[in-house]
């Protein structure tokens, strides 16, 4: 089983970048799947979450009109696009397969974690 994320690096405040989710090993369409970031000297935090069907999301207050998460079931990968990018945007970013939607906001309810990508926004 792997999650593998791509499409982090450094970016000037109000700058955009997409990351990716490839997940392979399981069966991807039973799976709800998240973006959560974890900023130095934080907790890790639900940023956005997506259906296994992908019909319905979640996005968090803070990223809300900016980011958006999106999956393609016939490639097994989940995309944030983050649009606006502010400097507390400056995280590591991992993606998360959660078989339940109630669980979403818990970390131990995971039954899969990527390794993460790193974003820094800064000028």
């Known amino acids: 089983v792997q999650l593998v994320e791509s499409g982090g690096g450094l970016v000037q405040p109000g700058g955009s970048l997409r990351l990716s989710c490839a997940a392979s090993?399981?069966?991807?369409?039973?799976?709800?799947m998240t973006w959560f970031r974890q900023g130095p000297g934080k907790e890790r935090e639900l940023v956005a979450a997506?259906?296994?069907?992908?019909?319905?999301?979640k996005h968090v207050d803070s990223v809300k009109g900016r980011f958006t998460i999106s999956r393609d079931n016939a490639k097994s990968t989940v995309y944030l696009q983050m649009n606006n990018l502010k400097p507390e945007d400056t995280a590591v970013y991992y993606c998360?397969?959660?078989?339940?939607?109630?669980?979403?906001?818990?970390?131990?309810?995971?039954?899969?974690w990527g390794l993460g990508t790193q974003v820094t926004v800064s000028s």
């Open positions: 090993g399981f069966i991807f369409k039973d799976y709800h």
């Open positions: 998360g397969a959660v078989p339940r939607w109630s669980d979403i906001w818990t970390v131990k309810k995971y039954d899969y």
């Open positions: 997506i259906e296994n069907y992908g019909i319905g999301t």
